[in-house]
T-cell receptor, first 114, second 120 residues
Framework: KQEVTQIPAALSVPEGENLVLNCSFTDSAIYNLQWFRQDPGKGLTSLLLIQSSQREQTSGRLNASLDKSSGRSTLYIAASQPGDSATYLCAVLDRGSTLGRLYFGRGTQLTVWP | GAVVSQHPSRVICKSGTSVKIECRSL??????MFWYRQFPKQSLMLMAT?????????EQGVEKDKFLINHASLTLSTLTVTSAHPEDSSFYIC????????????????FGSGTRLTVV
């Protein structure tokens, strides 16, 4: 069974810092990996989706990388801002699932203070 | 982009009553919807997967008779919590699968805004 782990569980940094959030998964047979943002009491907002054949994706200040063979992904946030404060979740779409379900990590709770 | 509208955002109900949560895909057809439950400071727990026109597939440990899922059309899926009790209080989120690469089984997912259920 696919297991997804995110480190660290929580992170608190001053505004302006560059950040790295880590995600690892146990089974490399995936279709893609997706990073989401969740604000308190809200649903999930998709940030980046990396196909299994890709190495990275970029959107604005966000850059996500994927090393499928080692089962790792990182989300890099440049020049962090207080508005980036949220919980960040990574999820993999597993090739072994006939239903196409996502497997989620527990998330990294990020706080960026002014 | 693909948008899923989820209602209500918050609901408070009395113990023993039933509550219906709706998720609609606004600008695309959602053949598959996923229903999640989230406890405070925890990740999402998949409850069930529904396909339009067929019965939902429930995860192990999820009571089918308590959490009724209906996916009668390509744009609407509903979750009904029957005979709700305080332990059913939680955050419920739906998700729809969106095709991101034609010709391959490769999908992205879009989520509703969630429903906070409180049973008193």
């Amino acid at each position: 069974k696919q297991e997804v782990t995110q480190i660290p569980a929580a992170l608190s940094v001053p505004e302006g810092e560059n950040l790295v959030l880590n995600c690892s998964f146990t089974d490399s047979a995936i279709y893609n990996l997706q990073w989401f943002r969740q604000d308190p009491g809200k649903g999930l907002t998709s940030l980046l989706l990396i196909q299994s054949s890709q190495r990275e994706q970029t959107s604005g200040r966000l850059n996500a990388s994927l090393d499928k063979s080692s089962g790792r992904s990182t989300l890099y946030i440049a020049a962090s801002q207080p508005g980036d404060s949220a919980t960040y979740l990574c999820a993999v779409l597993d090739r072994g699932s006939t239903l196409g379900r996502l497997y989620f990590g527990r998330g990294t709770q990020l706080t960026v203070w002014p | 982009g693909a948008v899923v509208s989820q209602h209500p955002s918050r609901v408070i109900c009395k113990s023993g009553t039933s509550v219906k949560i709706e998720c609609r895909s606004l600008d695309f057809q959602a053949t598959t919807m996923f229903w999640y439950r989230q406890f405070p400071k925890q990740s999402l727990m998949l409850m069930a997967t529904s396909n339009e026109g067929s019965k939902a597939t429930y995860e192990q440990g999820v009571e089918k008779d308590k959490f009724l899922i209906n996916h009668a059309s390509l744009t609407l899926s509903t979750l009904t919590v029957t005979s709700a009790h305080p332990e059913d209080s939680s955050f419920y989120i739906c998700s729809a699968r969106v095709v991101v690469m034609w010709g391959q089984a490769n999908y992205g997912y879009t989520f509703g805004s969630g429903t906070r259920l409180t049973v008193v």
